[in-house]
């Protein structure tokens, strides 16, 4: 009899833990990463996936060495899980890159180690893989970087993918300082997948880069033309005129409507759409 209660007890608070973690889950949709936290601390049974969302809304509120102390709970749970080791391996590396110089390289390795076991627990996740890419992208050599590498993942999508594909040589392209080439691969890229409006976005951000201003205001009129309305767009948009100066109303008009939109944890926060207006004010 007391085992059966036991068992019955563990089952009610399995049910309670997988509750919680939706709910939160739905608030974490929405952005509103502090409420998911307080209703995540009140699991009476906390699992891997409540330690993995409570990891992922404190990254989301830039409180990485919270995120990594969480994210290492459920991955120690569920280690063979490639979401815990890809959030981690972004925890990592966000505390790399605000690290002095003695405790940065320890902590991009580890973030280079747990991005390689979640491509290597799922090859065909792209996130996974366009993270650990960037790392090789970026990194040096002695921590693991290098240019071969990340040449040598690119090639993954080159069969299946051929648009990411084509993302990935611009990206390589411009780490050579290939502007042109680089250019031209986002194109293609864009070409290849008319209907994704975060390619067209990828053409209008270089153009820009490259001071090509009026070439980057076209490719965003044509975006207009297919996706009026989008956040994403009114977003990138704004931050383009705020940036370059032109148009101020137009962009206060853009990045009010982004800022009155649902977001979600994939579109940039809204405090950087705040961070946009106060610049155009002061200008």
Not at 233 to 257: S, T
Request: a neutral charge; hydrophobic letters at 40%; aromatic letters at 10%.
């Amino acid at each position: 009899m007391r085992t059966l209660l036991v068992f019955l007890f563990a089952i009610r608070a399995l049910h309670a833990s997988r509750e919680f973690v939706e709910r939160a889950q739905r608030l974490y949709q929405k952005t509103d990463y502090r409420a998911a936290l307080s209703v995540l601390e009140k699991d009476p049974a906390p699992d891997a996936a409540t330690f993995a969302l409570t990891g992922k809304n404190y990254f989301m509120l830039e409180n990485f060495d919270k995120a990594t102390q969480f994210l290492e709970k459920a991955r120690d749970l569920a280690p063979n899980v490639a979401e815990y080791h890809l959030w981690l391996g972004r925890a990592y590396g966000r505390r790399a890159e605000n690290a002095n110089v003695f405790a940065a390289p320890g902590r991009a390795g580890k973030a280079r180690q747990e991005l390689e076991a979640a491509v290597s627990l799922a090859p065909n996740d792209i996130d996974a893989v366009n993270d650990l890419f960037d790392y090789y992208l970026g990194a040096p050599g002695f921590l693991g970087g290098g240019i071969d590498k990340a040449e040598a993942i690119a090639r993954r999508f080159e069969r299946d993918r051929p648009d990411e594909y084509q993302h990935e040589l611009a990206l390589l392209a411009d780490h050579k300082k290939q502007f042109p080439e680089a250019l031209a691969h986002l194109k293609k890229a864009w070409e290849l997948a008319p209907g994704d409006l975060g390619r067209a976005l990828d053409v209008a951000r270089y153009q820009a880069k490259l001071g090509r201003l009026d070439e980057s205001e076209a490719t965003f009129v044509q975006a207009e033309a297919h996706w009026s309305g989008d956040r994403r767009l009114a977003f990138d948009h704004g931050k383009f005129y705020v940036e370059h100066h032109r148009e101020p109303e137009r962009a206060r008009r853009l990045l009010d409507g982004y800022l009155k939109a649902d977001v979600s944890p994939d579109d940039p926060p809204k405090r950087e759409a705040e961070a946009l207006l106060r610049r155009l004010q002061a200008q």
